[in-house]
């Protein structure tokens, strides 16, 4: 992993965000999340990692959402990984509901992609029909997979 691959950067039109400084090849690691710290309560900075634990830090705080993720967080390896090549200067951003259940301040989503969520409010509140069209961390599927018993029972 090289330092180059995670840029941070402070000119998106929402704010900070993340480009990769170089190309990268599918499937690599972008980011290792095993320096973040374990967060008191969630944020908008904040990732969800199950067990009711939410870390925070420069590797997770910028990276954006979008509904055609480039990159995947990987909440038990704990690290970023690229899903598929990425060319140098294209913003990293991930599916923000396959780390979160539940956010503390959803949005309207503007990415303009066709499968696009509208507002991204976690898991909780999009249709299992549209999440089973992404790769989900494992504590987000295993409450899915509860909610949806509840609501067939
Ligand atoms: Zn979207």
């Known amino acids: 992993m090289s330092e180059t691959a995670f840029v941070?950067?402070?000119?998106?039109?929402y704010g900070a965000g993340v480009v990769a400084g170089r190309p990268l090849a599918e499937?690599?690691?972008v980011a290792d999340l095993s320096e973040c710290?374990?967060?008191?309560?969630?944020?908008v900075y904040t990732i969800d990692?199950?067990?009711?634990?939410?870390?925070?830090?420069?590797?997770v705080r910028y990276l954006n959402h979008s509904c055609t993720p480039n990159v995947y967080v990987d909440t038990e390896r704990m690290?970023?990984?690229?899903?598929?090549?990425?060319?140098a200067g294209e913003e990293l951003a991930?599916?923000?509901?396959?780390?979160?259940w539940d956010m503390v301040a959803p949005f309207d989503c503007l990415c303009g992609a066709a499968e696009c969520l509208?507002?991204?409010?976690?898991?909780?509140?999009?249709?299992?029909?549209?999440?089973?069209?992404y790769?989900?961390?494992?504590?987000?599927?295993?409450?899915?997979?509860?909610?949806?018993?509840?609501?067939?029972?």
């Open 27 to 29: 499937g690599e690691v």
């Open 37 to 43: 710290v374990i967060a008191e309560a969630p944020s």
């Open 118 to 133: 509208g507002t991204v409010a976690g898991a909780r509140a999009a249709a299992p029909e549209v999440l089973r069209a």
């Open 49 to 59: 990692v199950g067990g009711d634990r939410h870390i925070d830090g420069p590797q």
């Open 94 to 100: 991930f599916f923000y509901p396959s780390t979160e």
């Open 8 to 13: 941070i950067v402070q000119d998106r039109p």
């Open 135 to 153: 790769r989900l961390n494992r504590h987000v599927a295993e409450r899915i997979a509860a909610a949806e018993a509840v609501r067939s029972a």
């Open 79 to 87: 690290d970023v990984r690229a899903l598929r090549p990425i060319a």
